[in-house]
């Protein structure tokens, strides 16, 4: 070959045993012989700076790209299949929820006391609302107008469960059957909205326009709020559930609520209904049948307004156990108010009427209210005092008016004293003076001193919640040196024990504890758990199952004992302070009491009895705020029902 035919010579090139002569278009190959070869370049490529590092590092990172790409399709596949299945079934299917028959509540002779009405809600799924701005707003202006909503009122229900982008949100409820279908017709164009199918409660017990003290005890619905929601969704609710949000509806909310069914839809991508994929059918909740007798409830509740109206008095409550086994026969708090207000929803000035009320009808006295207890707290500080040994039923102490300690002066509530006073005599005329010795002790007598007080009166129930199946239930309150050395920053003095002795002082109690310490005296010394559940009927009413009562404590005081403190509580009738009863055609047994709270305020009246004496079946307990006084008290209360009662 001759060099003529390359166009320009670049240099040498030398590697091993050869020489590249290399030109601008070809190479020339010389061997060690001196043979020349001529290659053109762009076709054979000799030498390279392509090194092994480089090629090991090349490698490395297809390897990890690779590994990259395989672990995010595993976390995809795996960890959050789920999810994107979830999602992409949610483009073609739409599941609706179908509301299962609420239980019904009945008083305990059967009669119903709630029912059902079909209604229908406005329903929307956030998922299948667009997800540009504009097209949202578009949606949610026409959904407003169309539901005679504010557009913020709907995107604060939207924002409010944000979370709950897959299930159903109630943007309007208690819809008639023809606003309903109005609605339908206007929004069919709109995405993810839908017309579902529930019921509304109603409590059959009173009329439309007005109050029961039933409703303290039924309690009503309400909407879900985003906290309830959070803490109920793993129990299967949804955004556009209802649930009770007091009394027996919010107790045995899991029995009466049943179990919901569901519908699954195929759709298209407007979010249209094609074609039904699968159905569930709901399952009703359970009946609760309750220990109360709706007749008694009525009554009490009559004879207790009447007192009211009639004293000019607003505030008052009452409570009727059955003493054999702690069931609740009735149970009153006034004022009271219409939970049917509450049944789709109460509208706001409703209830504003409600809370800006100063008499608070909201409110449940019965078990919610503590007061002072005045001297109905006496017969548990009797017994007390027996079963402690520092007294015998013959034990007296003389009472000239009032006893004096240093500079100050506790007295009887009346002048001049009660004379030679026993057990018996002291619970028939309250005499304060008895249980001054007996609690905080005086002169040569040693008392029981606030600590063994504090401690009987936990064993009645006192302090502490007794645990009726209501929500809302109170504690009430007894004081003791440290409470008094820590919070009122004050030494504990001997009148502060005798303060508690009379109950008065920082003693709190509720009507239900009262009744409830007076059924445990009556009944010879079982203290059993108040209730107001007697059974629960499945949803075919096939099956009843009774509740068992519950003993809380049982002979922690001896019989003898608890026969004195019976025997002056039925001296109170026969020639003492509730006399007033002894003409009543059953024998009955009771305790007054007078509360001072307030300089400024007449004190609460209170009266706790029970009947018949010999083979007590009923314990009624009455309490009237700032009722003091001959014709307001609660012992009239008390007499006309027990007259009432005897007939019934």
């Given at each position: ?73 595993y976390y995809l596949q ?238 008052g409550s009452a409570v ?174 001997i009148g502060d024990t ?151």
């Open positions: 070959m001759k060099s003529s035919i390359f166009k320009k010579f670049t240099g040498k090139i030398f590697s091993n045993n050869s020489i590249y002569n290399a030109y601008d278009d070809s190479v020339i190959f010389e061997t060690a012989s001196g043979k020349q070869i001529a290659t053109p370049i762009g076709k054979t490529h000799i030498g390279t700076n392509f090194t092994k590092k480089k090629a090991n590092l090349f490698i490395f990172f297809v390897i990890a790209t690779v590994f990259i790409i395989v672990a995010r399709l795996i960890f959050q299949g789920s999810q994107y299945l979830n999602i992409a079934k949610g483009n073609r299917e739409k599941k609706i929820p179908i509301v299962s028959e609420r239980g019904h509540i009945l008083d305990r002779n059967g009669v119903q006391l709630t029912e059902n009405i079909p209604n229908f809600s406005l329903a929307l799924t956030p998922s299948e609302l667009p997800d540009n701005k504009a097209d949202l707003d578009k949606v949610v202006s026409k959904l407003a107008v169309i539901t005679s909503s504010t557009e913020s009122d709907i995107f604060d229900t939207l924002n409010e469960f944000s979370d709950y982008l897959y299930e159903s949100i109630i943007i309007k409820e208690d819809l008639d059957y023809d606003t309903a279908l109005s609605i339908q017709i206007k929004s069919a164009d709109l995405p993810g909205l839908y017309i579902q199918r529930g019921s509304k409660r109603l409590y059959t017990y009173v009329n439309l326009d007005e109050r029961s003290s039933m409703a303290h005890i039924i309690g009503y619905l309400g909407k879900l709020d985003r906290k309830q929601l959070d803490a109920f969704y793993e129990l299967g609710y949804l955004p556009s559930d209802i649930a009770g949000q007091t009394g027996i509806e919010k107790q045995y909310e899991k029995l009466l609520r049943g179990v919901y069914g569901e519908i699954v839809y195929e759709v298209d991508a407007l979010g249209h209904e094609q074609n039904v994929l699968s159905e569930t059918a709901p399952k009703s909740g359970d009946h609760i049948k309750l220990t109360i007798d709706l007749n008694i409830q009525k009554k009490l509740e009559e004879i207790l307004q009447k007192n009211l109206d009639a004293n000019k008095k607003k505030r009727v156990m059955n003493p054999k086994n702690g069931e609740i026969l009735a149970l009153v708090s006034l004022p009271t108010y219409n939970n049917n207000d509450f049944s789709g929803g109460i509208d706001f000035e409703t209830y504003k009427k409600y809370t800006e009320d100063k008499d608070n009808p909201l409110f449940n006295r019965a078990v919610a209210g503590s007061y002072p207890s005045g001297s109905t707290i006496k017969p548990a500080i009797a017994v007390s005092a027996l079963e402690d040994g520092i007294i015998t039923k013959n034990t007296s102490f003389l009472s000239v008016g009032g006893i004096s300690v240093d500079p100050w002066f506790f007295p009887d509530w009346q002048a001049g004293g009660h004379g030679r006073t026993n057990v018996r005599y002291s619970l028939a005329w309250s005499v304060n003076t008895f249980y001054y010795y007996i609690g905080g002790g005086y002169e040569n007598f040693t008392g029981l001193g606030i600590d063994k007080i504090k401690e009987y009166l936990n064993l009645f129930g006192f302090g502490k919640k007794l645990g009726i199946d209501l929500p809302g239930e109170n504690s009430g309150f007894l004081p003791s040196k440290e409470w008094k050395e820590e919070v009122k920053k004050e030494k504990w003095y005798y303060n508690v002795s009379i109950g008065q002082g920082d003693v709190l109690v509720t009507p239900l504890q009262i009744a409830s310490m007076t059924a445990t005296i009556a009944n010879g010394g079982t203290f059993y758990k108040p209730k107001l559940l007697k059974s629960i009927v499945d949803s075919d009413y096939l099956e009843e199952k009774t509740q068992e009562k519950e003993i809380i404590l049982k002979d922690f005081i001896q019989k003898d004992h608890l026969k004195t403190v019976r025997e002056g509580m039925r001296d109170c009738v026969v020639y003492g302070s509730c006399r007033r009863l002894a003409s009543s055609p059953i024998e009955t047994a009771g305790k007054t009491g007078t509360a001072q709270w307030s300089s400024n305020n007449d004190p609460h009246s209170w009266y706790t009895s029970f009947a018949p004496y010999d083979d007590p079946s009923v314990v009624l307990t009455v309490l009237i705020e700032e009722g003091a006084g001959e014709s307001s008290s609660a012992v009239p209360v008390a007499d006309e029902f027990y007259r009432w009662w005897y007939y019934y």
